[in-house]
Each structure stands twice: as structure tokens, then as C-alpha cells.
């Protein structure tokens, strides 16, 4: 692991996006709350919370850090059809939180594909990328090229 103990603390944030595209019937099924393994949104947003809790036990290496917080949104999207996941996690440390929001949008895209994979196997996780982080010496970074160089 990269040695961090020099570094100060400081409030960090990440922001991290992803797509799972699904068949308008899956969609549907899932808004409707009739899928057969149940809740598909709020199992995901819970499981992408714990998945970013467990970062460190995933990705060898990453540090593991005590996060001060962590959201999840899952939105519909007509025009994919399917969801489009926002994660953000924040905390007040030595080190980023980009790779726990990255998490957190992976694990919930792929509960949503566990939860409805009965209904349809053909759902495509797309765009999982990092859209924003705060602090550190870097300061902030938008995936859109603005930043403030630290």
C-alpha cells in the first residue's frame, strides 16, 4: 500500500455513476415492486452502501478507510430503458473515496442484475466512471474537465 501517514487530513468526496440498461418489461417489473426476489432498488441501494464499506477487503491495496458517508441513487431512465446509479462517499482522511464510490455503483448495478436476471438475462452494465471528487492536494476533478488544481 502507498504510504499515507505524511499526508493531512482532509474532507474528501466522490462522486461515481453507472447504467444497467434492461429490456421497458424489466423495467416495469422492477418499478412495480412485483420482481420475485423483492425490493430491487432498496436491496440495492443497501447493497451498494455495504460494498463500499467493504472496499478494502475487495480491491488489494486500497486503504481502508472509515467513511463518514455513503449514498446511493437509483433513478429510472425511460430513454435506456433501465436505471442510471449515482453513489457519493465522503469522509474526513488521509486518502480519496473515489474507489468506494466506484464500488458502491458497481455492486448496486449488479444486484439489480441479480434481482431480475429471471427476468431478463440480457441487461448490460454500461458507464461505471467517476464523475467528481473533492480534496486532497489534487483538489477537485470533474470528469467534465473542470477543476480547481488543488
Known amino acids: 500500500m502507498v504510504d499515507v501517514s505524511e499526508k493531512p487530513d482532509s474532507a474528501r468526496s466522490a462522486i461515481a455513476e453507472g447504467r444497467i440498461v434492461m429490456a421497458p418489461e424489466t ?3 422492477a418499478l412495480s415492486g412485483d420482481a420475485k426476489k ?3 432498488l432498496g436491496t440495492a441501494r443497501i447493497a451498494g452502501i455495504m460494498a463500499a464499506k467493504k472496499t478494502s477487503d475487495l480491491i488489494p491495496l486500497c486503504h481502508p478507510l472509515a467513511l ?3 449514498t446511493v441513487e437509483i433513478e429510472p431512465d425511460e430513454s435506456l430503458p ?3 446509479v449515482t453513489a457519493q462517499a465522503s469522509l474526513v482522511g488521509k486518502t480519496g473515496v473515489e ?3 466506484l464500488t458502491a455503483v458497481s455492486i448496486a448495478c449488479l444486484t439489480i442484475y441479480d434481482m431480475l436476471k429471471a427476468a431478463d438475462r440480457g441487461m448490460r452494465i454500461e458507464g461505471v466512471a467517476l464523475v467528481e471528487k473533492r480534496g486532497g492536494r489534487s483538489g477537485t476533478w470533474r470528469q467534465d474537465g473542470q477543476s480547481d488544481g488543488g
Open 27 to 29: 423495467l416495469s417489473l
Open 99 to 101: 474507489m468506494e464510490a
Open 68 to 70: 463518514s458517508k455513503v
Open 82 to 84: 433501465g436505471f442510471l
Open 38 to 40: 423483492g425490493d430491487v
